[in-house]
């Protein structure tokens, strides 16, 4: 085989092998109709049946109720946040935040398009290094928003807030989506940009629980409009076919492995090393996230100068370990150990940040 490298960037992300290889085999003749899925119509019967497989999968593996619509946008998460205020707004009701990170203060600052934001709880007094405990959103908010895990500060929520029916929870899962089984019924709305968890860049899935799509007004722009593009079952107008087709063998590989609880213990396990290594390490490695808010995605870390953390990321990049350099709001140095990373990877970066402290302490 070629090579290949063991990739720890926040994303797009590393894919399952088995994944790239069957989309590799399919490449010039998907499914025996003599093309490339790149090339087929959205509305040939070929494609249909494949798009409805890929949000059948998501609502199977996440045990997604069929109260809830699964939709599948372009325009990245980043859309959602202004997506979300515009489809979920409620004259005269504030729009609630948690703000946990550079994602959520970027979701704060489009909701402030829409409507009168408060923000409930934040962890900006200490660097984004913890996720806020015993979050309260009042009763009267148009809805709930929270960021399940913080990709650049690597926190992320072991214990989801409450809230009652008509407030919402609306959750932007992009570096988070899939990695650990979650009670879906909790949640009014979840997103995710794919290319991190459950796919490659180019198409952001949304779900959405079916009586919020009747919030919007009609008189809004129909691109829009969550409502448009459930209706259609995301294919309103041209969907990102190609990016849906990776996730739905994504999707199907994590079936065949086991599913989410599998893949929860997979998770578990890799950043139990990499936590461990750290802990142990007397003061060499010393994680940014306070322990009880520590990310199953993102293990940031730091070592004692900026210069160590340089020769660290240079001489793992020898050893084919990339994208081990932090985020520039937080420095240091992140490992990004996302579903599709191995726990065989996991392992060799350990192996590699062992010898490197043995070496340089
Ligand atoms: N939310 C989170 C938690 C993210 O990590 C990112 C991307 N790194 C985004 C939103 C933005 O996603 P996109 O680039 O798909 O707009």
Redesign the pocket.
Known sequence: MTKRVYNFY??PATLPIEVLKKAQKELLNWENTGMSLMEISHRSKQYDAMHKEASSLVKELMGLSDEYKIIWLQG????QFWMVPLNLRIAGKPLEYVNTGT?STKAIKEAKFYGDVKVVASSEDEKFSYIPKNVKFSDKAAYAHI?G???IYGTEYSNWPKTSFDVPLVC?M??NMMNKVIDSKIFGVIYA?A??NIGPAGV?LVIVREDLLKRVPEETPTMQKWRTHSEKDSLFNTCPCWAIYICKLCLEYLKSIGGIPEIEKRNRQKAKILYNLIDKSDGFYKGHAQPDSRSLMNVTFRLQTEELEQKCVEEALKLNLIGLKGHRSVGGMRASIYNAMTIEGVNKLADFLTEFKENNR
């Open positions: 926040a994303g990245g998460a980043s859309t994602w960021t895990n913080n990709t932007d992009s570096s940009g290319q991190k952001t």
